[in-house]
Each structure stands twice: as C-alpha cells, then as structure tokens.
C-alpha cells in the first residue's frame, strides 16, 4: 500500500519561509513518475503548486507561486520537498503531497495522481 507522508508546516507571518517535506513508502513505480504538491485554501478549488518528474529534470509551478517556492527530489528517489519563501496570506492553505505511477497526463489535474497525503497546514498571518 502506498503512503505519502507530509512534515512541515505551521505558521508564519507574510514574507518568512516554511518547508514542506514528502516521504512516499510502499511505492512501486517506473522511474519516471511525478511527485508533488497541492493545495485546499476554505472555500476554494484545489490547486496545483507545483510538480517534478523523479527520473529527469522537469519542474512545474503554477503560476502564483514561480519565483516563491522551490521544489526538489532529496536523495533517496521517493522524497521530495516544497521550499516556500516571501510566503503571502493568499498562501494559506491545506498543502497535500501527491504522487503518479506513470507520469502521463497533465501535471496540474489532480485526477491523474492516484496518491494522495494526508494534508498538512500552513497559515500565512499579515
């Protein structure tokens, strides 16, 4: 059974930093799938963050967050983290780690991520 576990988080004023970070067990995959992040502000649709394929070097973001947040793969192939800076209220969300077998698809539809975390939040203060 596949988990993903998220840690990190918490609470910050507008303009610190917070880490996120994503550890996926049970996971039998190719070697190019995509792990990444969304996230459920109340009241909102869900929204894609930002995503990587574990097997080479692309990387998504979504628009609102390009310049902000940096994700990346740690060292072991099924870890990955969500480095948030210049954080803003309007990031204030439930943040959920998510994760492919396949990487086919568009990377921001959460349909095609079979795997989802638990969700963890972040709350941005002004």
């Known amino acids: 059974e596949v988990q993903l576990v998220e840690s990190g988080g918490g609470s910050v004023q507008a303009g610190g930093s917070l880490r996120l970070s994503c550890v996926a067990s049970?996971?039998?995959?190719?070697?190019?799938?995509?792990m990444g992040w969304f996230r459920q502000a109340p009241g909102k649709e869900r929204e894609a963050v930002a995503a990587?394929?574990?097997?080479?070097?692309?990387?998504f973001y979504a628009d609102s967050v390009r310049g902000r947040f940096t994700i990346s793969k740690e060292n072991a192939e099924n870890m990955v983290t969500l480095q948030m800076n210049s954080l803003k209220p309007e990031d204030t969300a439930m943040y959920y780690c998510?994760?492919?077998?396949?990487?086919?698809?568009?990377?921001?539809?959460?349909?095609?991520?079979?795997?989802w975390g638990q969700g963890i939040q972040v709350t941005v203060s002004s």
């Open positions: 049970g996971y039998t995959s190719s070697r190019n799938h995509r």
């Open positions: 998510v994760a492919d077998a396949v990487a086919t698809g568009k990377w921001s539809a959460p349909a095609v991520y079979p795997y």
């Open positions: 990587l394929y574990t097997g080479s070097n692309n990387i």
